[in-house]
């Protein structure tokens, strides 16, 4: 079973990475949706400091840009407000240009795993498009877009993806997971730019967020180590009622076919604030892995919470509880 952390300024020291490591946590993702490799030089070498002073070799995922939609670069945060008017594009809230003509009028646009719903009032006129907040909150730059009804063609990976997969070698990654996985091309295209640079043993995760990568799963399981049920924008994409049942169709498919799968997305998002959790997010983790999860990931809980080290140890507490229990069952 391995457990993931998700490095940030929350967990940016070696005491506390190594608090974390001494839990049970068995790797790190770095998200690069915000930050190259090189801009995250020194956390990187923190980590692996940590990961020293406990003798062991961890695992190190990047996480892609991929084909994902986001909100570009931001001067600073804005908060939204439900019923107020902003433009998206050229504007208040920026986009790549490209997106433009998907926001269609009546089009519903969700940001940050939904998080922020708005709804395009007036299509796109000079670069940019008028929407209205149905669901207001704070909003800073980079955060993910969906667009609920669309499939959006954009290139599996980006420039800054490119440029990162060169220097993955020499920060000692491991793993890479792309975003957004629409079909075996997605992957394969991962797969030739890591032999490029000749990366023969780097794990690929797809992260499954959206009902292309579901309907085309069948096609994507043979060509990626990890399957990733990725709840977030995958909860976006079905009601939230569905979304149990498409999480147990998706386990289910994994191991029908023999792929390893993770399930991420607020596992312990309560413990971002508080201390504990709650017994719904613990009997979450100890169903994921009773479904046959191989992995689990936190991602806010270490990146940005008050608790970390604390959240990795409930994290890793129940997973080995949930083990057990199959054992149990086994024998």
Same mark, same amino acid.
């Given at each position: 079973?391995?457990?993931?952390?998700?490095l940030?300024?929350?967990?940016?020291?070696?005491?506390?990475?190594?608090?974390?490591?001494?839990?049970?946590?068995?790797?790190?993702r770095?998200?690069?949706?915000?930050?190259?490799?090189?801009?995250?030089?020194?956390?990187?070498k923190?980590?692996?400091?940590a990961?020293?002073?406990?003798e062991?070799y961890?695992?190190?995922?990047?996480d892609?840009?991929g084909?994902?939609?986001?909100?570009?670069?931001?001067?600073?945060?804005?908060?939204?407000?439900?019923?107020?008017e902003?433009?998206?594009?050229?504007?208040?809230?920026?986009?790549?240009? %490209? @997106? !433009? =003509?998907?926001f269609?009028?009546?089009?519903?646009?969700?940001? $940050?795993? +939904?998080?922020?719903?708005?709804?395009?009032t007036?299509?796109q006129?000079?670069?940019?498009?008028?929407?209205?907040?149905?669901?207001?909150?704070p909003?800073?730059?980079?955060?993910?877009?969906?667009?609920?009804?669309?499939?959006?063609?954009?290139?599996?990976?980006?420039?800054?993806?490119?440029?990162?997969?060169?220097?993955a070698?020499?920060?000692?990654?491991?793993?890479?997971?792309?975003?957004?996985?629409?079909?075996?091309?997605?992957?394969?295209?991962?797969?030739?730019?890591?032999?490029?640079?000749?990366?023969?043993?780097?794990?690929?995760?797809?992260?499954?967020?959206?009902?292309?990568?579901?309907?085309?799963?069948? %096609? @994507? !399981? =043979?060509?990626?180590?990890?399957?990733?049920?990725?709840?977030? $924008?995958? +909860?976006?994409?079905?009601?939230?009622?569905?979304?149990?049942?498409?999480?147990?169709e998706?386990?289910?498919?994994?191991?029908?076919y023999?792929r390893?799968?993770?399930?991420?997305?607020?596992?312990?998002?309560?413990?971002?604030?508080?201390?504990?959790?709650?017994?719904?997010?613990?009997n979450?983790?100890?169903?994921?892995?009773?479904?046959?999860?191989?992995?689990?990931m936190?991602?806010?809980?270490?990146?940005?919470?008050?608790?970390?080290?604390?959240?990795?140890?409930?994290?890793?507490?129940?997973?080995?509880?949930?083990?057990?229990y199959?054992?149990?069952?086994?024998?």
């Amino acid at each position: 079973m391995e457990y993931f952390g998700t490095l940030g300024p929350a967990c940016a020291h070696v005491e506390t990475l190594k608090q974390m490591i001494k839990a049970g946590m068995t790797g790190v993702r770095l998200n690069l949706s915000h930050r190259s490799l090189r801009e995250s030089e020194s956390l990187i070498k923190t980590y692996f400091k940590a990961a020293k002073e406990c003798e062991i070799y961890p695992d190190f995922m990047i996480d892609l840009m991929g084909p994902e939609i986001r909100v570009g670069a931001m001067s600073g945060m804005m908060v939204l407000k439900k019923g107020q008017e902003v433009t998206v594009g050229d504007g208040q809230i920026p986009v790549q240009k %490209e @997106i !433009l =003509p998907y926001f269609k009028k009546g089009q519903e646009i969700l940001i $940050d795993d +939904g998080k922020l719903e708005l709804e395009v009032t007036e299509e796109q006129k000079d670069g940019k498009c008028r929407c209205r907040v149905l669901c207001g909150g704070p909003l800073s730059s980079r955060k993910g877009i969906t667009l609920p009804g669309c499939q959006v063609e954009r290139p599996t990976l980006t420039q800054k993806d490119l440029e990162n997969l060169n220097f993955a070698e020499e920060y000692g990654v491991t793993d890479v997971m792309l975003p957004f996985v629409r079909g075996k091309e997605d992957l394969l295209d991962l797969r030739t730019a890591l032999d490029q640079n000749g990366y023969k043993n780097i794990r690929i995760f797809a992260k499954i967020e959206n009902m292309q990568g579901v309907e085309h799963l069948q %096609e @994507i !399981l =043979p060509f990626c180590d990890y399957i990733v049920i990725a709840r977030g $924008d995958l +909860g976006n994409a079905v009601p939230y009622h569905k979304l149990p049942r498409l999480q147990a169709e998706i386990a289910r498919r994994c191991q029908k076919y023999g792929r390893k799968f993770m399930v991420v997305t607020q596992m312990l998002h309560s413990m971002i604030e508080h201390p504990y959790p709650t017994r719904a997010e613990v009997n979450d983790i100890f169903h994921a892995i009773e479904q046959g999860a191989d992995a689990v990931m936190l991602t806010g809980e270490t990146a940005a919470g008050k608790y970390p080290a604390e959240a990795i140890k409930m994290l890793v507490d129940t997973g080995k509880e949930a083990e057990d229990y199959l054992k149990e069952l086994e024998s």
